[in-house]
């Protein structure tokens, strides 16, 4: 994840108008850079480079960013070449632990109960089916891939990409891009997610491990930004998160997140697992436009009436001052699909679910499952399971209201909610959000000034554009370039995703794991 200060600078027009170029002193021949380069640049530079001998090159013309493994003349070239504004070395993300900052399980940390959730049933889609399923919505997962599964039938992901390698098993070596797909849009006989005929799109950017890099974030939105449009994408779920460090006018990730929102893309973040202190919340889920999804813990029933916050979920104001999350859904102990063989459940088989079939047959009413389907199910918790949650009640009200607009879609989840005992926050309720006339929300936000700056840049805004002068119906997102942002304030060491909160649980043998532990 990214933070980035206020764009400065003049817009760039060519090759030949430069300020300075900032080549990050770290950066040594061998490394992998980040070369970010002036608007309508990027193949150009990426042939230099290689005419220069650099290595694995690429252009990321949409964010017009080029990478590249430099040569010692590749970087006597970045330094001299006045498209270019700034060079750094790769920086690093990865899938957050099942660890509360304080060392306690999730599970441990604020929950009254170790039984499982029971899933979806707790926001009433089951209900919601007789008047929608999801159908002919699509919802893009940036994570660490989905892989194949029963409960994912033949065109359920419409489209893969990957940018995270091809080291690990399957298409999902870590696991969790699945766990979350489930939720939004599985469709078996034992097993439903929240929008079941709902379509997906695969951005994997994480590896085996769930670790990635910063360049395979680049890649994912330029290549989302670049195809959103060709793949009728409604939907973008951003079970990912970073600590908020300055108001969301300075953060190319909120940037980013509203880019896909004022292109007409619903996106849902994940607020964060760093409660229950407030002002937790991670950017892009700060971000006022987005939908930002926090966690309630169902306590295994399907009464209401003891539903609470979950004590990790994050929460409070922004540093610019707004309430966040925006609605809450279950986030622990949830049970969904498990990508057999991936890393982490190999490694850690205490993981696995070995009452799936009896929490699979609460979540779906449809009775026991078999015993073969033991090794078709796990358990994780966090709010990017809440996240998915979200995302899937979000395709269902789109699939019934195809005409909604991003802005719409959050004021009928808003407006679905249900209170919680000792939480400000409300429960998002899928039969509610079908029927309910949508609040107003978004109402005099200002966006993000680093976007107005890029669309100004881009050629796409006039200078000093404001907010009611856009139409962004009629803004190609394709020409929007981000070469006027400062990079000087980038922490590259605080970029993280929130990913993974796994329950520990009790190990019974599972015979796909025998001789595994």
Do not use: C
């Not at 690093?92 to 959730?117: I, P």
């Amino acid at each position: 994840m990214l933070v980035f200060a206020l764009l400065i600078g003049t817009a760039w027009t060519g090759r030949a108008s430069v300020a300075r170029i900032d080549v990050d002193p770290a950066l040594h021949a061998g490394d992998v850079a980040l070369i970010q380069v002036a608007a309508g640049t990027a193949w150009t530079v990426a042939a230099d480079l290689t005419s220069a001998g650099a290595t694995d090159v690429t252009a990321f013309d949409s964010v017009n960013v080029v990478s590249a493994r430099l040569s010692d003349q590749a970087l006597a070239s970045v330094a001299t070449d006045r498209a270019v504004l700034r060079a750094t070395t790769d920086g690093h993300v990865t899938a957050v632990g099942g660890k509360s900052d304080n060392g306690k399980d999730l599970d441990e940390y604020g929950s009254n109960t170790k039984k499982d959730s029971i899933g979806i049933e707790a926001i009433e889609a089951h209900d919601a089916w007789s008047r929608s399923t999801g159908a002919g919505v699509v919802v893009a997962l940036m994570d660490t891939g989905i892989g194949t599964h029963p409960d994912l039938p033949a065109g359920k992901v419409i489209a893969r990409v990957n940018f995270a390698g091809t080291a690990g098993v399957g298409l999902d070596p870590a696991g969790h891009g699945t766990h979350l797909a489930g939720i939004i849009a599985a469709h078996g006989s034992t097993f439903r997610g929240v929008a079941p005929d709902a379509r997906l799109v695969d951005i994997r950017v994480l590896d085996q491990n769930g670790d990635g890099s910063l360049q395979n974030v680049v890649a994912g939105f330029d290549w989302l930004l670049k195809h959103r449009s060709a793949l009728s994408i409604r939907v973008l779920n951003l079970s990912l998160g970073t600590t908020q460090r300055s108001s969301y006018h300075e953060d190319l990730l909120a940037a980013l997140a509203e880019a896909a929102w004022f292109s007409g893309i619903a996106v849902v973040a994940a607020a964060g697992n760093d409660g229950p202190v407030p002002g937790t919340v991670a950017t892009p889920g700060a971000d006022p436009f987005v939908i930002t999804a926090g966690s309630f813990d169902d306590q295994g029933t399907p009464s209401a009436q003891d539903d609470r916050e979950s004590a990790f979920s994050s929460r409070g104001q922004t540093i610019d001052g707004f309430a966040k999350p925006d609605v809450l859904a279950p986030g622990r102990r949830v049970v969904s699909l498990r990508a057999n063989g991936s890393r982490l459940e190999l490694t850690k088989p205490e993981r696995v679910v070995a009452n799936a079939a009896n929490a699979n047959a609460n979540l779906n009413g449809n009775g026991r499952a078999n015993q073969d389907n033991l090794n078709l199910y796990i358990r994780m918790s966090g709010t990017s399971v809440s996240s998915a949650m979200v995302s899937g009640v979000a395709a269902l009200i789109l699939s019934s209201h195809a005409d909604y607009t991003p802005t719409k879609t959050k004021g009928a989840l808003v407006a679905s909610g249900r209170s919680l005992t000792g939480s400000v926050s409300r429960a998002v309720t899928a039969t509610t959000a079908l029927t309910a006339t949508p609040r107003q929300v978004n109402r005099l936000l200002l966006p993000s000034r680093l976007l107005m700056t890029t669309l100004e840049n881009s050629g796409v805004a006039g200078s000093g554009t404001t907010w009611e002068g856009v139409t962004w119906e009629g803004v190609t997102w394709e020409a929007v370039t981000w070469e006027s942002v400062s990079w000087e304030s980038v922490t590259w060491e605080s970029i993280s995703w929130e990913g993974v909160m796994w329950e520990t649980v009790s190990w019974e043998q599972d015979p796909l794991l025998d001789g595994a532990r």
